[in-house]
C-alpha cells in the first residue's frame, strides 16, 4: 500500500497532468477568440509541460527510485511577473486559482517530509 506522503505527491502529480486542460481547454484560454495564435500556443506549450511534468512525477514516485518533480511552485511563481494574473478580469478575480496552488505546494512540502522520514527510519532499521 503507498504510502501518505507518496499519495500526496501523486495526487499532485495528476492534478499537474489533468488540471491544465480542465481549466484552459474553453472559451477562456484555447477558444478565446480575443486570444493570438501565438498566446494560444503559449497556452499548448503550458498544457504539453504539465502533462509531461504530471507524467514525470508518477514515473519517478512508482518508478525507479528518484525524486519527485512538480510544476506548482512555477505555476505559483508566474503570479510574480509584471501584468500576470491567474485569470483574466472578465472572467474573475482568480482567486480560486491561487488557493487551489498554496493546497497543491503544501501537499507536496507535506508528501515529501513524511517520505524523508520514512526512507530515514528505514536506513536506520538497516543501519
Same mark, same amino acid.
Given at each position: 500500500? $503507498?504510502?501518505?506522503? @507518496? /499519495?500526496?505527491?501523486?495526487?499532485? #502529480?495528476? /492534478? *499537474?497532468?489533468? #488540471?491544465?486542460?480542465?481549466?484552459? %481547454?474553453? &472559451? /477562456?484560454?484555447?477558444?478565446? $477568440?480575443? %486570444? +493570438?495564435?501565438?498566446?494560444?500556443?503559449?497556452?499548448?506549450? +503550458?498544457? !504539453?509541460?504539465?502533462?509531461?511534468?504530471?507524467? *514525470? *512525477?508518477?514515473?519517478?514516485?512508482?518508478?525507479?527510485? !528518484?525524486? $519527485?518533480?512538480? !510544476? *506548482?511552485?512555477?505555476?505559483? !511563481?508566474?503570479?510574480?511577473?509584471? #501584468?500576470?494574473?491567474?485569470?483574466?478580469?472578465?472572467?474573475? &478575480?482568480?482567486?480560486?486559482?491561487?488557493?487551489?496552488?498554496?493546497?497543491?505546494?503544501?501537499?507536496?512540502?507535506?508528501? /515529501?517530509?513524511?517520505?524523508? @522520514?520514512?526512507?530515514?527510519? &528505514?536506513?536506520?532499521?538497516?543501519?
Amino acid at each position: 500500500m $503507498p504510502s501518505l506522503g @507518496r /499519495t500526496l505527491i501523486a495526487l499532485v #502529480g495528476l /492534478t *499537474t497532468m489533468i #488540471g491544465c486542460y480542465i481549466a484552459d %481547454w474553453n &472559451e /477562456t484560454h484555447i477558444y478565446n $477568440p480575443s %486570444w +493570438t495564435p501565438h498566446a494560444k500556443f503559449h497556452n499548448g506549450q +503550458t498544457m !504539453s509541460m504539465g502533462a509531461a511534468l504530471g507524467s *514525470t *512525477t508518477l514515473f519517478f514516485l512508482y518508478g525507479p527510485p !528518484s525524486s $519527485p518533480s512538480s !510544476s *506548482t511552485a512555477g505555476r505559483l !511563481s508566474a503570479l510574480f511577473y509584471p #501584468g500576470s494574473l491567474a485569470v483574466d478580469p472578465e472572467f474573475g &478575480e482568480g482567486a480560486p486559482q491561487v488557493y487551489i496552488c498554496a493546497v497543491l505546494l503544501s501537499m507536496i512540502v507535506v508528501g /515529501t517530509r513524511l517520505e524523508v @522520514r520514512l526512507i530515514n527510519a &528505514e536506513k536506520n532499521k538497516k543501519a
